[in-house]
């Protein structure tokens, strides 16, 4: 069954640091709090949607959520988990920071029907951390995961890319801590300069340069083959878009459809590497893939067509049903070879 949130912005609220990057008012593209009755009100609204092929979460996301006014917190759970209790919602979401997690604040998320929780990790360097203003830890990052998943809720971490003061070796070895810690789900962010923040002074004064989309592409793609080969699902690959976002977007590897650029080169790179491993050279090659592939094989404006041809090779996709959507078969006069993804 498909997956889906109802996102429910907190924007800000909780947070008691200031991090370089954030603008959680552009990115999300709401300034006012939400009320118990705008969650009711949003929630009844997305149940009418539903047709029963999905499994639907309420999410509560932009701020760090156990970290805000407890009143409030609980008055918003306490306008949530009646949809969970009656249906169809299978529970409620949640995002906070690591160091606003223990297991009092568990016991009360479990009483309000939360099940999961997803953590802003963002880096496992503490100097990366601490450059960012982050106010946290990496041992308080595995702390307070190892504390959610002893408890029985489902783990989401978030990490960034890109960040002041990393590096891209930096980024995998952020990566390889949190797989360790053998979260459910994560989240990819790749670093953008939002207007009103301190990365902006930083990057204005020269001395913050952000990653260019080619470069946050393929560490992107390292980084969700990584994940995905340990069964980790990445639920998120770069920020969602808004008009806010579009506005006060000042720098940094911004696309619209940045997952898809991903996909798509980690396909090319699977595809690439099957072709030298099969020692398949400077030739005229027939690509099967899934229709629903097609696009992510050939690349946005046949990108991944056009750098096989510099290569070498005379590349022509082809949709067969009959190939699952994971994976690709290539044909080529030597012998077909089937690739997995």
């Given at each position: 069954m498909r997956h889906a949130n109802v996102a429910i912005f907190v924007p800000h609220n909780g947070c008691p640091h200031q991090c370089s990057f954030c603008n959680q008012r552009s990115i999300t593209g709401q300034r006012e709090q939400p009320t118990p009755d705008d969650v009711r009100r949003v929630v009844q609204k997305a149940r009418e949607c539903l047709n029963g092929e999905e499994q639907a979460e309420i999410a509560f996301f932009g701020g760090s959520f156990t970290a805000i006014d407890r009143g409030y917190m609980v008055?918003?759970?306490?306008?949530?988990?009646?949809?969970?209790?009656?249906?169809?919602?299978?529970?409620?979401?949640?995002?906070?920071?690591?160091?606003?997690?223990?297991?009092?604040?568990?016991?009360?998320?479990?009483?309000?029907?939360?099940?999961?929780?997803?953590?802003?990790?963002?880096?496992m360097d503490d100097c990366v951390l601490a450059c960012n203003g982050r106010g946290h830890t990496a041992v308080q990052v595995e702390e307070a995961a190892a504390c959610i998943r002893s408890e029985g809720f489902s783990l989401g971490l978030q990490m960034m890319t890109g960040l002041?003061?990393?590096?891209?070796?930096?980024?995998?070895?952020?990566?390889?801590?949190?797989?360790a810690l053998e979260p459910d789900t994560m989240r990819i962010y790749p670093t953008i300069v939002m207007r009103g923040t301190d990365l902006e002074r930083k990057y204005r004064a020269g001395?913050?340069?952000?990653?260019?989309?080619?470069?946050?592409?393929?560490?992107?793609?390292?980084?969700?083959?990584?994940?995905?080969?340990?069964?980790?699902?990445?639920?998120?690959?770069?920020?969602?878009?808004?008009?806010?976002?579009?506005?006060?977007?000042?720098?940094?590897?911004?696309?619209?459809?940045?997952r898809e650029l991903c996909e798509s080169r980690r396909i090319f790179n699977g595809l690439l590497?099957?072709?030298?491993?099969?020692?398949?050279?400077?030739?005229?090659?027939?690509?099967?893939?899934?229709?629903?592939?097609?696009?992510?094989?050939?690349?946005?404006?046949?990108?991944?067509?056009?750098?096989?041809?510099?290569?070498?090779?005379?590349?022509?996709?082809?949709?067969?049903?009959?190939?699952?959507?994971?994976?690709?078969?290539?044909?080529?006069?030597?012998k077909d070879v089937t690739v997995c993804f």
């Open positions: 008055a918003l759970l306490e306008a949530a988990v009646p949809f969970v209790r009656e249906g169809p919602f299978m529970g409620i979401r949640i995002s906070t920071r690591p160091d606003a997690i223990d297991r009092q604040i568990l016991a009360l998320l479990r009483t309000y029907g939360v099940t999961s929780i997803e953590l802003g990790a963002q880096s002041y003061g990393d590096t891209p070796a930096g980024a995998k070895q952020t990566a390889h801590r949190l797989a001395d913050y340069l952000p990653m260019p989309l080619e470069d946050a592409v393929d560490l992107c793609a390292e980084l969700l083959e990584g994940f995905e080969r340990q069964g980790i699902r990445v639920i998120r690959l770069g920020l969602h878009s808004t008009p806010e976002l579009e506005r006060d977007r000042v720098a940094g590897p911004w696309h619209p459809a940045f590497r099957a072709l030298e491993e099969n020692l398949i050279y400077n030739a005229t090659i027939k690509i099967k893939v899934n229709p629903k592939w097609r696009s992510k094989v050939v690349g946005q404006k046949r990108a991944n067509v056009m750098e096989l041809l510099k290569r070498g090779y005379t590349a022509y996709v082809v949709e067969d049903p009959t190939v699952l959507e994971n994976q690709l078969v290539i044909a080529s006069s030597k």
